[in-house]
């Protein structure tokens, strides 16, 4: 069965800082895999896709790459800003036998000004 | 504006009261999935549909049902509902055929209490 395991669970930095966010899975059997944020009691906003044949995705100041290998997937957040505090989740779509999405349990961040 | 709806937004009702939350997605995606978040345990797929009258459990399906009737809608339902039911629902979707295929597309969210 697919675990999606996200590790720290709660990250606190000050302003300005490079930070790496990390997901790993226990299947490699997977369609993609998604990053998301999500602010207290608000819904969850998508960051990066990459799919399973990718290695890593960018947007503007976030970076996720992906080994689907080794079972894991980093985010990267350069140059980190107050505004950036939110809970970021990770998700793989499986493909084992079922079409289900599975995901972690998140990292709270707090960027500090 | 290309979006997932859900109705209502906050819910509190009582147990055993048959509830219906409904979703709607505008982006003629043929994957819709509910989910309920709960603290520590976080997001955990109730239901997913793969297209019209094609439904499928998730990894928490009981005390719930869905159906597909129309591509656009996925209404999610609790016959009786239960105070262990009181959560945070999301309703999400996806499509198979881009490039960004199965990159999901989530709700608002719909805060559910059953006292």
């Known amino acids: 069965k697919q675990e999606v395991t996200q590790i720290p669970a709660a990250l606190s930095v000050p302003e300005g800082e490079n930070l790496v966010l990390n997901c790993s899975f226990t299947?490699?059997?997977?369609?993609?895999l998604q990053w998301f944020r999500q602010d207290p009691g608000k819904g969850l906003t998508s960051l990066l896709l990459i799919q399973s044949s990718q290695r890593e995705q960018t947007s503007g100041r976030l970076n996720a790459s992906l080994d689907k290998s080794s079972g894991r997937s980093t985010l990267y957040i350069a140059a980190s800003q107050p505004g950036d505090s939110a809970t970021y989740l990770c998700a793989v779509f499986s493909t084992s036998g079922t079409y289900k999405y599975i995901f972690g349990t998140g990292t709270r961040l707090k960027v500090l000004a | 504006e290309a979006q997932v709806t859900q109705n209502p937004r906050y819910l509190i009702t009582v147990t055993g009261k048959k509830l219906t939350v409904t979703c709607s997605q505008n982006?003629?995606?043929?994957?819709m999935s509910w989910y309920r978040q709960d603290p520590g345990l976080g997001l955990r797929q109730i239901y997913y549909s793969m297209n019209v009258e094609v439904t499928d459990k998730g990894d928490v399906p009981e005390g719930y049902k869905v159906s597909r009737k129309e591509k656009r809608n996925f209404p999610l339902i609790l016959e009786s509902p239960s105070p262990n039911q009181t959560s945070l629902y999301f309703c999400a979707s996806s499509n198979y055929y881009s490039g960004s295929a199965y990159e999901q597309y989530f709700g608002p969210g719909t805060r559910l209490t059953v006292t």
């Open positions: 982006m003629n995606h043929e994957y």
């Open positions: 299947d490699s059997a997977i369609y993609n």
